[in-house]
Each structure stands twice: as structure tokens, then as C-alpha cells.
Nanobody, 131 residues
Framework: QLQLVESGGGLVQPGGSLTLACAAS????????VGWFRQAPGKEREGVGC????????NYADFVKRRFTISRDNAKNIIYMRMNSLYPEDTAVYYC????????????????????????WGQGTLVTVSA
């Protein structure tokens, strides 16, 4: 069974940092692009960023550029997202999703009606930014 499990969420103060992890089981991630998504309370899910299968390239939504960094360790089968300078509006459930079709897939570029096309989704981890 293909599974992704997110971890690392929690409560952090505004301006703080957090690192999320996305671990795969049942398959190896080295042929998959992996994206991070988030869903804030009362809002639609949105794309945050994506990393290619090799890790050579990443892209990010404008609202997280220069604050969030996605990386991967294919040997450990884990994807990371380092989040710096967090704002209360970053509060959300964060999800990772994997797909072999690469970061150019429209879902990874933010097209919401294509999110369901992605091959594997995690269950999410809650990040709360609050004083």
C-alpha cells in the first residue's frame, strides 16, 4: 500500500520556524515529484510548492517564496519543508502529495480541480501559528 505520512506540525509563535517531514512507505520516492499543499480553516486547499524527483528543481507559491524551502533525502525516502518567518495566516493543515508526472503537473501548479489526480496523498499535519 502506497502511503505518505506527514509529521512535524505543531504550535509555533509568529516569526518562528518549523520543519515538516513527509515519509513514504510502500514505495520509493526517487521517481516521484512531491508537492506540499495546505488548507486553512474555512478555506480551500492550495498548493505551496513542489520538488522534482531528483531534487534538482523546486517551485513555490508566491506567498511562501524565500520563507519556505523544500528538500528531499531519497536515501531516507523523506521530503522536508523548512518554514521560516511564519505568520498566523500560515496556520493550516499541511499535506504532501506525490506523483510520477513531475512538478509540471497542473495540480502542482495550483489547479485545484486536478488535486484529486495526484497519485498519493498524506493525511496532513496541523501547523498553528499563534502567540
Amino acid at each position: 500500500q502506497l502511503q505518505l505520512v506527514e509529521s512535524g506540525g505543531g504550535l509555533v509563535q509568529p516569526g518562528g520556524s518549523l520543519t515538516l517531514a513527509c515519509a513514504a512507505s510502500g514505495f520509493t520516492l526517487d521517481s516521484y515529484a512531491v508537492g506540499w499543499f495546505r488548507q486553512a480553516p474555512g478555506k480551500e486547499r492550495e498548493g505551496v510548492g513542489c520538488i522534482t524527483d531528483s531534487g534538482a528543481s523546486t517551485n513555490y507559491a508566491d506567498f511562501v517564496k524565500r520563507r519556505f524551502t523544500i528538500s528531499r533525502d531519497n536515501a531516507k525516502n523523506i521530503i522536508y519543508m523548512r518554514m521560516n518567518s511564519l505568520y498566523p495566516e500560515d496556520t493550516a493543515v499541511y499535506y504532501c502529495a506525490a506523483d510520477q508526472r513531475g512538478c509540471h503537473h497542473s495540480a502542482f501548479r495550483g489547479q485545484r480541480d486536478r488535486f484529486r489526480d495526484l497519485e498519493v496523498w498524506g493525511q496532513g499535519t496541523l501547523v498553528t501559528v499563534s502567540a
